[in-house]
């Protein structure tokens, strides 16, 4: 140990007179040139000859393959200054210990980007539902996927979050199909219905003719009976044919006389019937004659349920057909 | 029906000046045979409206001073007989958003229509059930809807000259058939258009529609069983089209051949009708060969699908 500076002065400006010393920066300035130029040479070589991949995924491999060479030449470029690694990669083990635990999340979504890019579960443009949100992919980044949903707002989605949910792409295949549900009442002629259907299909020019629209039964519902019309049309054009479909087999039942019922339901009192009575037809005072209408009377036999009392509140104007004597 | 000139209804782009409005023939009389061509060029005035008719569809064009506006109509029968050239009509130009608009600092005076073929392949499925029994070499003839190609004729200064350019305006079809997908499977294919088709055996049966193209399509079955045709496609892209002396549009033609191992080999082979008038070129100037073929493989649909 050198307790005297100007001792230490003078040994360290010795030592810059070393010629070893600038034989060792200049070894090591020749590592590094060679390493960032093979490095360049390398990420560009495999981004022009890996051109079966997609972009992201050649993109990927050339940065992974770029950054090793470099980081070679850079161990390298060290060891030129007495670095010794063994005893860095001897603490590797305990500081990679350290750095998982702190950084546990980022790892993970840094891996599962890797594995998102690999398998190609999505691209960007491809449209996708994720967890219940819907858009379009911008990028698959290593950390994160972006979506920008169709109210354009940008979502990030954590990788290991994209990893683990269930995506639905729906623009991957170049067709798609669209079910249109629909009910009609059961008294329709169900022959009628079915060629409607397959009419409305068939006039539609976005409605691909091949795979050809399918009708299913669905059985009888609770107040009609229902089909599944299921029709296909190119990807781009499948909110058109939805929007178009709709409209036409409405238009269409409208003009074949087809109804599509809303829900109804049928009141049963029990085992038995609900009572009626017939009901005397209430003496008008005295001074109805001067307020109530002409012709507004209590119809004779108006029926009420048992119990209900037999007082015309509303003067008799309700008085319809139904409501004649039996 | 008339054999009109070979040199009248060929389209022809009119260069007069401005005030000088020529006109394509005037409309027919209602108990003259129907002239089948719908087709040609008309110089129309700044304000002026212009209109034609192929089958089903009627369209008028309306030159104003910085654009030209296209209207389109289409009834719904597919099978419509009408033909009208185009002429100028005194009438005002249809209500509503127009089909196509294009604008220019001084609009070209001469607009002109041209038939062309389907822009896809066409998906043609008898209407009824047609087997071609083994060893036999059976020709279809199938129709598909035309296409009408708007185009106006630009004058443009090159090197100190001055040259004439078609500007294509915009296509309008006859008759929108539906779109069809044609592949192995929902993943892989083609979008075509889907037609249904009489599948007449003998020329003489067909009846002149002028907006449609025929298309001779020659079945060679070479196996051992009857080889039953549910859908043929046919690659119109391919096709050039060509004019008749009736009138009537055909293309050129196609050969499929079922080999006897099962395979289907596709051949165009170009038919020009005697005395016939090409009409238009192939939209796809490539050759129809083998790496083509093998996007149509499955071009002819039997029972091997």
Redesign the interface.
């Given at each position: 140990m050198i307790d005297d500076p100007g001792l230490e002065t003078f040994a360290f400006l010795a030592a810059l007179t070393d010629p070893a010393l600038w034989w060792a920066i200049a070894r090591a300035t020749l590592y590094l040139v060679v390493g960032v130029v093979l490095s360049r040479m390398v990420r560009f070589g495999l981004k022009r000859t890996l051109t079966h991949l997609e972009p992201g995924q050649r993109m990927l491999l050339a940065r992974v393959a770029g950054y090793t060479v470099l980081g070679l030449f850079v161990i390298s470029a060290m060891r030129q200054f007495g670095f010794d690694f063994t005893v860095l990669l001897g603490a590797a083990g305990i500081v990679s210990l350290a750095v998982g635990f702190a950084s546990q999340t980022s790892a993970s979504n840094l891996i599962s980007g890797l594995f998102l890019v690999l398998e190609r579960a999505v691209q960007p443009g491809d449209i996708v539902t994720v967890g219940g949100r819907t858009g379009e992919v911008i990028s698959v980044d290593l950390m994160s996927t972006k979506l920008r949903t169709f109210d354009n707002l940008l979502v990030r989605i954590p990788n290991e979050t994209m990893v683990k949910s269930e995506i639905v792409a729906l623009n991957r295949?170049?067709?798609r199909r669209f079910d249109l549900s629909v009910g009609v009442a059961y008294d329709s002629d169900l022959g009628v219905v079915q060629k409607t259907l397959l009419e409305v299909a068939?006039?539609?020019?976005?409605?691909?003719?091949?795979?050809a629209p399918l009708l299913i039964s669905q059985g009888f519902g609770d107040s009609s009976i229902d089909y599944l019309l299921a029709v296909?049309?190119?990807s781009e054009?499948w909110l058109t044919l939805r929007n178009t479909i709709t409209r036409e087999v409405k238009e269409a039942f409208d003009a074949a006389g087809i109804e599509i019922p809303f829900p109804q339901r049928t009141l049963q009192p029990g085992a038995t019937p609900l009572a009626v009575q017939l009901l005397a037809p209430a003496a008008p005072p005295a001074d109805a004659g001067a307020d109530a209408p002409k012709g507004a009377v209590a119809p004779k036999g108006a029926v009420a349920p048992k119990g209900a009392g037999a007082t015309d509140d509303a003067g008799g104007g309700r008085a319809g057909p139904g409501a004649r004597p039996a | 029906m008339t054999d009109a000139p070979s040199d009248a209804g060929g389209p022809h782009l009119e260069r007069d000046d401005e005030a000088t409005v020529v006109e394509t023939p005037p409309a027919q009389a209602p108990d003259a045979p129907l002239d089948p061509r719908w087709w040609g060029a008309v110089t129309i005035a700044v304000g002026g409206v212009a209109r034609w008719r192929a089958g089903p569809s009627t369209a008028h064009a309306h030159r104003r001073a910085a654009d030209w506006r296209v209207w389109h109509v289409i009834e719904p029968d597919p099978y419509a007989v009408a033909a009208e050239r185009p002429r100028r009509v005194e009438e005002p130009p249809p209500d509503g958003a127009a089909a196509a608009r294009i604008g220019f600092a001084e609009t070209p005076n001469t607009i002109a229509v041209t038939p062309a073929l389907p822009d896809r392949p066409v998906v043609v499925r008898p209407e009824s059930a047609l087997e071609i029994a083994p060893h036999e070499r059976v020709t279809l003839y199938v129709s598909s809807p035309t296409w009408m190609a708007l185009k106006l004729e630009v004058r443009r200064t090159r090197r100190g000259r001055q040259e004439a350019a078609p500007v294509v305006l915009t296509e309008l079809p006859t008759f929108r058939p539906s779109d069809t997908w044609f592949g192995a499977s929902t993943r892989e294919g083609e979008l075509c258009y889907a037609v249904r088709t009489a599948a007449r055996l003998e020329p003489a049966d067909l009846p002149l529609r002028p907006h449609r193209a025929v298309t001779p399509v020659t079945v060679e079955n070479q196996g051992t069983t009857p080889l039953p045709i549910t859908r043929i496609a046919v690659p119109m892209p391919f096709l050039a089209l060509y004019l008749d002396r009736q009138g009537r549009l055909w293309t050129d033609g196609v050969l499929l051949t079922r080999q006897a191992d099962g395979d289907t080999a596709v051949k165009v082979a170009p038919a020009a009708p005697a005395d016939g008038e090409r009409l238009a070129e192939p939209r796809d100037s490539r050759t129809f060969g083998q790496t083509i073929t093998r996007t149509f493989s499955r071009l002819l649909r039997g029972d091997h699908r």
């Open positions: 295949f170049p067709i068939s006039r539609n020019p976005l409605c691909l003719d091949e795979p296909w049309a190119k054009q | -």
